[in-house]
């Protein structure tokens, strides 16, 4: 069993800045993909970013420049560093773990982003 506990929601005004952060219950860095995703109002939960065991990363098209994700092993923590917020960032993000091998995943509670003025 693993646990995500994200913090670093909050309100910001458009262009601001925010660093998300998931403490993971034990060391799962080496097996598992870790991945950020949110959530609007109304909307589909939609995949922003990810990290692989080795380092890589990837994010969705709409982040690409702004967001960066990045991990601390020593930690067991995985962090989103917001910038250039925008209003359309506005939603609830949540951490997610997932191992193919077998297949496993969890998920962390969210946290609540509103970009606003």
């Known amino acids: 069993q693993v646990q995500l506990v994200e913090s670093g929601g909050g309100l910001v005004q458009p262009g601001g800045s925010l660093r998300l952060s998931c403490a993971a219950s034990?060391?799962?860095?080496?097996?598992?993909?870790m991945d950020w995703y949110r959530q609007a109002p109304g909307k589909q939960r939609e995949y922003v970013t990810i990290?692989?065991?080795?380092?890589?990363?990837n994010y969705t098209d709409s982040v690409k420049g702004r967001f960066t994700m990045s991990r601390d092993n020593a930690k067991n923590t995985v962090y989103l560093q917001m910038n250039s917020l925008k209003p359309e960032d506005t939603a609830v993000y949540y951490c997610?773990?997932?191992?193919?091998?077998?297949?496993?995943?969890?998920w962390g509670q969210g946290t609540q982003v509103t970009v606003s003025s």
């Open positions: 997610h773990a997932r191992r193919r091998y077998p297949t496993l995943e969890y």
């Open positions: 034990r060391n799962i860095f080496s097996i598992y993909t």
């Open positions: 990290i692989t065991p080795n380092g890589n990363t």
